[in-house]
C-alpha cells in the first residue's frame, strides 16, 4: 500500500495532535526548543542522573528534558528493534509516513540502558550542539 | 520487512468435534501446520522461558502454500441488476462530507464496468478539479468531465450529474451547504461529450468506490471514498435542476416512481449490514469492509444525539479506505477438534522456514465439550479486548508512545510489517487514512499483535508484554500451581450469556478484560450474583462498552464517547453504537462502573516501570487474613516481576464506593512509589490540575480488594495490569504468587468463602 503522510487533517481529535502542539510539528528536535531550553551548570547532573537510571524515576527537571526528547514527531525518530529478546536491539528510526518503511541503522546494543545513552547523546547533540562522551 | 506467513482463523474457541479453519498467506511453496498447547508465550530469558507443547491432529502436516492478499477499503455492493446493465442516459446524485478532498480521486457512485471500461461513476478528489464525472465508451475511450472547484474537508455538499446521450450533454451540479465567508465552491456547469453510445454491457454498481475486479469470491473496488455518503440516488434519465431539487428532497412521488431507477436511504436498517433502495426497485446493496453507519448527516441539526430517536438525520455512511471486515480468503487447512482433547490455550503453529518472519501462529481456545465444564477453575480468554487492540499502530504513528513508555520504543517484525501492510487494517485505538476514529475492528483478518513470542511497545519495561502475550503468564501459573482448568472466550459469555460460566467455582480473568458487551456485563454480574468466584487478575477491566454485530461475524463496535482515555474522540452525535442503538463509550457513564462489578475501576497509567503494594489495615481483619497467609505484614508485594519489574504497573484500579465498591470490601493492600509518568485517568479530571503524577496524587494506586457477593460468592481484585507478570518469578515462590495461591485455593472450596 502507498505510503501516506500521517499529518492528513487537521479538523479532528487524534493523539498525534498533541505533539505537533507541544513542538510544534517541526521536524528537529534543535528547532523545537532551542528557544525554550536554558542550558545551566546543571546540566552536568542531569546528563549524569540519566547515564545511572535512563527508564524509571527521575527528576523533574531531567523529566522535563526526556519529554522534549521523547515528544518528538515520527519523522526521523529514534526506536529499536528487537533482534534476541531482551538481548539484542537494533538501532532505526520511524519514517512519519503511515506505509513506509522504518529505518535499520547500523548500530546494535546489548542493553536497553546503552541503547538509550545512545540515543540521549545523539539528542542533546542536535538541542545544544554539545558532544557528550559515551 | 516481510512476514512470509500470516494467517487467521473463522473462530477464535471451538470445542471438541468441531472444526475450526485457517487462512493462510504464503510465499514460499509449502508451509508446515503443527498444533501446540500454549503454556507460556513469553521469550525473556529472565522469566520462565517459552513453553509450547505440541499436540498430534490429522491436520498435522504440510501444505501448498499460496499468496492471498486483503482487499481494504469499504464499499457498498449493489445487487446485480439489468436496470444497471443497461442504464446510458442517467442523474447521479448525493450529499457529500468528503474528508480527504486534496487527495486522490475517490468515487461516490459507480456503474463500471473496468473490463470493457464501460459505465460511469461520479467522484471529487484532486487538486483543482471538484467533482467529476467519467463516462466510459469502452475500449478505453473515456471522458472526464470536472466543476474545477475544490471542496472543502468535513463540510457538506450535495452534488449531482446528469449524462443525456441524445444530446451528448452532461451537467454538473456542486452545491456549499456550508456558511463560509467568501468562499464561494458552488457551481453548476454544463459540458459536450464527443463520444456515443454506451453500451450495454454487464456492470457493477457500487456506492463509495468504483468497481475493479473480482478476486475469487471477493469483489474488489478501487478509488475508495474517505468521507460520508448521505441519500445517493440515481435517475434512468438527464433531471433537469427542479427534478433535482425534487429528488434531493424526495418531495415529488411521481418522479419517485417513474423515472428514479434508485434511492438508496442509510437511516433505515442502521443496525444491517444492508442497506435499502426506497424507490420501489428494490436495487438494495450490501456494506463491503463495514463502513460506519449511524452517522451524523447532512439535515443532522445537534438537537438529537441518539440516532434511533431521529433516524432521518442520521442518513449518512462514513466510508474509509482502510476498513477491514472480512478478509475473506480459501481456507488451507482445517482442524477438527479431538474429541478428548482438554479444554485450554491452543494455537497453530504455521512455519515456513526457520527465521521469526516466517513463522505465524494462530491461538484459539479448546472449549470444554458442550454444556459442560472439565475443571472448576475457568479462565476467560478476554477475545473482545484482543479485537479492540488488534493490530494497533500507535508504536510507529504516534508520537506519544515514547513518552508513555518512558523510553524507546521497541519494534518486532510483525510492528514493521503491519506499519507497511496497512491492508491489514487498524485498532480500534488508531484512526483511519482520514483521522476519523475507528470505531469497529474484526477478528477476521490476520491479528500480528495477538501472537506468542510477541512484545508489545505498552508492556513496561523487562519482557515488555501486553494483553494476550501477558496473558500466557496466567496459563503458565496455572499449569506450574497443576491447577486444573478450563478456557473460553468473551464471544462464549456473549452469546450464551451465565449459563456458561455457571459451571465454574472460579473464573479468573486476564490481566486487561477492558471491554465488554452488556450481554457480558450481565452475566458476569449474575454470575457473582449467584455465587460465583471472580478473581480479576488485571486492571481496566470493565471499562469499555461494546457491541457485537447482530448479523456480521467477528466484528466489534466501540464509539469513543464523552470521557475515558481515548486514542480518538466520537464526533458529537455519533456516541450511540450503530450495530445495538445502545449509548457507546465508558461503562462509567453508562451508570456502571468498574468498581460495581470487581469493586476497583480504573484511575491511572503509565507504562515505564511498575511498582510494589504494601498491605493496609484490612489485610490483618480476621476474616480475610488468610489471603495474605506466609506474607509478612511489613513485607513489600510484587516487588519484582516480568513486567516493568514490579506486580503493580501499567493501568491501575482503585476501589472507590463513591463509584459502586461494595461498602464492605477489604481493601487489603495498596500500591505506592510510582513514577511520575503514572498519570490520572482524564475521567477524573473536572479540573485539571498539577501534581497528577505517580509521586504525588494518592489517585495513582493499585488496590488489592477482597468482597464477597450474594450466595457465597466473591471477587477479588489485584487491580494491576502487571501482577500476572510477577507469579513466576523465583520459581513461582514469592508472594504475589502466594497471595493468588491462597485465594484461589480458597475460592475453589465448597462452603462459604469466609467462615
Redesign the interface.
Known amino acids: ?1 502507498a505510503a ?1 503522510a ?1 499529518k ?2 487537521t ?6 495532535k ?3 502542539i507541544v ?1 510544534g510539528g517541526s521536524k528537529k528536535v534543535a528547532k523545537n526548543t532551542e528557544n525554550k531550553f536554558v542550558s545551566s551548570p546543571n546540566d552536568r547532573e542531569l546528563i549524569a542522573e540519566f547515564k545511572q537510571n ?5 527528576s ?1 527537571e531531567l ?1 522535563r528534558l ?2 522534549k526528547f ?5 519523522e526521523d ?6 533482534i534476541k ?3 539484542l ?1 537494533q538501532l ?1 528510526k ?1 519514517s512519519g509516513m ?5 529505518q535499520k541503522l547500523p548500530k546494535t546494543f546489548t542493553s ?1 540502558s546503552d ?2 545513552w545512545y ?1 540521549f547523546r545523539k539528542r542533546w547533540k542536535s538541542l545544544t550542539g554539545e558532544t557528550l562522551k559515551p | 520487512m516481510t512476514m512470509k506467513i500470516t494467517a487467521y482463523a473463522d473462530r477464535t474457541s471451538v470445542a471438541p468435534e468441531e472444526t475450526i479453519n485457517f487462512m493462510v498467506n504464503c510465499r514460499a511453496s509449502n508451509f508446515k501446520a503443527d498444533f501446540v498447547k500454549l503454556i507460556c508465550g513469553d521469550l525473556n530469558p529472565d522469566g520462565p522461558g517459552y513453553k509450547e507443547r505440541p499436540i498430534k491432529t490429522k491436520a498435522n502436516g504440510t501444505y501448498p502454500g499460496r499468496r492471498q492478499v486483503i482487499h481494504s477499503g469499504s464499499f457498498i455492493q449493489l445487487d446485480e441488476s439489468e436496470h444497471f446493465n443497461s442504464l446510458e442516459n442517467f442523474t447521479l446524485q448525493a450529499f457529500i462530507w468528503p474528508t480527504l478532498p486534496e487527495n486522490g480521486q475517490q468515487t461516490i457512485i459507480g456503474n463500471w464496468s473496468h473490463e470493457n471500461s464501460n459505465g460511469a461513476y461520479l467522484s471529487v478528489g484532486g487538486q483543482n478539479r471538484g467533482l467529476t464525472l467519467t463516462l466510459g465508451f469502452g475500449k478505453g475511450k473515456l471522458e472526464e468531465f470536472a466543476t474545477g472547484k475544490n471542496l472543502l474537508p468535513r463540510n457538506w455538499y450535495f452534488v449531482s450529474a446528469t449524462y443525456d446521450a441524445k444530446t451528448k450533454s452532461v451537467s454538473l451540479t456542486q452545491e456549499a451547504l456550508h456558511n463560509h465567508a467568501k468562499i464561494n465552491d458552488s457551481t453548476k456547469k454544463k459540458y459536450k461529450v464527443r463520444n456515443r453510445g454506451m453500451k450495454n454491457c454487464k456492470r457493477v454498481a457500487t456506492i463509495g468506490a468504483k468497481f475493479l475486479k473480482f478476486d475469487k469470491n471477493r469483489t474488489v473496488c478501487q478509488n475508495h471514498f474517505n468521507g460520508k455518503i448521505d441519500s445517493p440516488a440515481i435517475a434512468s434519465r438527464a433531471l433537469n435542476s427542479m427534478e433535482i431539487e425534487q429528488l434531493k428532497n424526495r418531495s415529488n412521488q411521481s418522479l419517485m416512481s417513474t423515472n428514479v431507477l434508485a434511492a438508496w436511504d442509510f437511516s433505515k436498517n442502521i443496525k444491517s449490514i444492508n442497506v435499502l433502495d426506497v424507490s420501489g426497485n428494490r436495487l438494495n446493496g450490501q456494506l463491503v469492509n463495514m463502513p460506519a453507519r449511524g452517522m451524523t448527516g447532512w439535515n443532522w441539526d445537534g438537537d438529537e444525539m441518539n440516532w434511533s430517536h431521529a433516524p432521518n438525520q442520521y442518513g449518512a455512511i462514513h466510508f474509509h479506505d482502510d476498513d477491514v471486515h472480512d478478509a475473506g480468503w480459501e481456507v488451507d487447512v482445517t482442524l477438527k477438534i479431538p474429541k478428548n482433547l482438554k479444554s485450554g490455550l491452543y494455537a497453530a503453529r504455521l512455519r515456513c522456514g526457520n527465521n521469526p518472519e516466517e513463522e505465524d501462529y494462530v491461538p484459539f481456545a479448546v472449549l470444554p465439550p458442550k454444556g459442560k465444564a472439565t475443571a472448576k477453575i475457568c479462565f476467560l480468554l478476554p477475545t473482545a479486548s484482543y479485537m479492540a487492540y488488534a493490530n494497533e499502530h500507535m508504536g510507529t504513528d504516534s508520537p506519544i508512545a515514547q513518552l508513555l513508555g518512558g523510553r524507546l520504543v521497541e519494534h518486532q517484525h510483525q510492528d514493521l510489517y503491519r506499519n507497511e501492510h496497512r491492508e491489514y487494517g487498524p485498532s480500534c485505538y488508531d484512526t483511519h487514512t482520514d483521522g476519523s476514529g475507528v470505531c469497529y475492528s474484526s477478528r477476521l483478518r490476520p491479528i500480528l499483535n495477538m501472537r506468542p513470542k510477541y512484545k508489545s511497545w505498552l508492556g513496561g519495561k523487562g519482557s515488555t508484554l501486553w494483553q494476550f502475550n501477558a496473558d500466557t503468564h496466567i496459563i503458565n501459573w496455572l499449569e506450574a500451581m497443576k491447577y486444573d482448568y478450563d478456557v473460553i472466550t468473551d464471544e462464549e459469555l456473549h452469546y450464551e450469556g451465565v449459563e456458561c460460566l455457571d459451571r465454574y467455582k472460579v473464573v479468573l480473568s486476564s490481566s486487561h478484560p477492558e471491554y465488554h458487551s452488556k450481554e457480558m456485563w450481565d452475566a458476569m454480574a449474575t454470575y457473582q450474583d449467584r455465587g460465583g468466584r471472580l478473581m480479576y487478575l488485571g486492571a481496566n477491566g470493565w471499562y469499555w462498552r461494546i457491541a457485537f454485530h447482530e448479523q456480521a461475524d467477528g466484528i466489534i463496535e466501540v464509539r469513543r464517547a464523552e470521557g475515558g482515555i481515548r486514542g480518538w474522540e466520537a464526533q458529537t452525535g455519533e456516541y450511540y453504537h450503530s450495530f445495538t442503538g445502545e449509548y457507546g463509550g465508558l461503562w462509567r457513564r453508562n451508570g456502571r462502573a468498574p468498581q460495581k462489578i470487581v469493586g476497583s475501576g480504573f484511575t491511572a497509567q503509565g507504562f515505564d516501570i511498575s511498582s510494589f503494594y504494601t498491605r493496609k489495615p484490612d489485610s490483618f481483619k480476621k476474616p480475610v487474613k488468610w489471603i495474605m497467609s506466609g506474607v509478612g505484614p511489613d513485607e513489600k508485594i510484587g516487588d519484582f516481576g516480568l513486567v516493568g519489574g514490579g506486580a503493580a504497573g501499567l493501568e491501575l484500579d482503585r476501589a472507590d464506593v463513591a463509584l459502586g465498591t461494595h461498602p464492605n470490601a477489604y481493601v487489603l493492600a495498596s500500591s505506592e512509589d510510582h513514577t511520575d509518568l503514572y498519570l490520572v485517568v482524564c475521567e477524573e479530571l473536572l479540573i485539571n490540575y498539577p501534581g497528577l503524577g505517580g509521586q504525588e496524587n494518592h489517585l495513582v494506586r493499585a488496590d488489592l480488594v477482597f468482597y464477597e457477593t450474594n450466595n457465597g460468592g466473591g471477587v477479588f481484585s489485584t487491580s494491576s495490569i502487571a501482577w500476572p507478570g510477577s507469579l513466576s518469578h523465583n520459581s513461582y515462590k514469592n508472594n504475589v504468587s502466594k497471595i493468588t495461591k491462597n485465594v484461589l485455593d480458597r475460592f475453589v472450596k465448597d462452603g462459604p468463602i469466609i467462615d
Open positions: 500500500m501516506r500521517l492528513r487533517s479538523n479532528y481529535n487524534q493523539s498525534l498533541i505533539t505537533y513542538f535512563p527508564i524509571g524515576h527521575h523533574p523529566q526526556l519529554n521523547r515528544g518528538v514527531p515520527m525518530k529514534f526506536c529499536l528493534l528487537v529478546p531482551n538481548r536491539w532505526a520511524t503511515a506505509g513506509k518503511q522504518v536497553q541503547a538509550e540515543v
